[in-house]
């Protein structure tokens, strides 16, 4: 399920209503599985702006969070960063970040945008 090249497009203005969910979180651990099979990430949860129907507990603040990584190279996350993770659901209901998921690293400056952006509605909004 991987792509040639790990590339992401767009922005978070621009990928925050076509995710699933929307948060931002500090790597604990990455496991790479073995090839053909899913690797997983545990995030730990600084804010959630978008859950969808992510079973997350309240207050998200400190929750963990596993994803599932189908691809093995992309996103590539690094234990102990934080990021803003932009992902889907999975069938089974689990967050799943797939090889063009929206992640980029953190930076407090994001904090804000991405507070006015869960205010407003998502035009045909899921």
Do not use: I
Request: aromatic share 6%.
């Amino acid at each position: 399920p991987c792509p040639q090249r790990c590339r992401r497009a767009g922005t978070l203005q621009s990928n925050f209503c076509s995710s699933d969910f929307v948060l931002t979180g500090t790597v604990k651990s990455v496991s790479r599985g073995p090839p053909h099979e899913p690797g997983w990430a545990v995030v730990s949860v600084l804010s959630l702006y978008k859950s969808g129907a992510l079973g997350v507990p309240q207050p998200a603040k400190g929750a963990t969070l596993r994803l599932q990584l189908p691809c093995r190279l992309c996103p590539a996350l690094k234990k102990g960063s934080s990021y803003v993770l932009m992902g889907r659901l999975g069938g089974d209901g689990g967050a799943l970040l797939p090889p063009d998921a929206f992640v980029v690293p953190y930076r407090p400056q994001q904090q804000q945008v991405l507070g006015n952006l869960s205010k407003k509605p998502c035009r045909g909004s899921r």
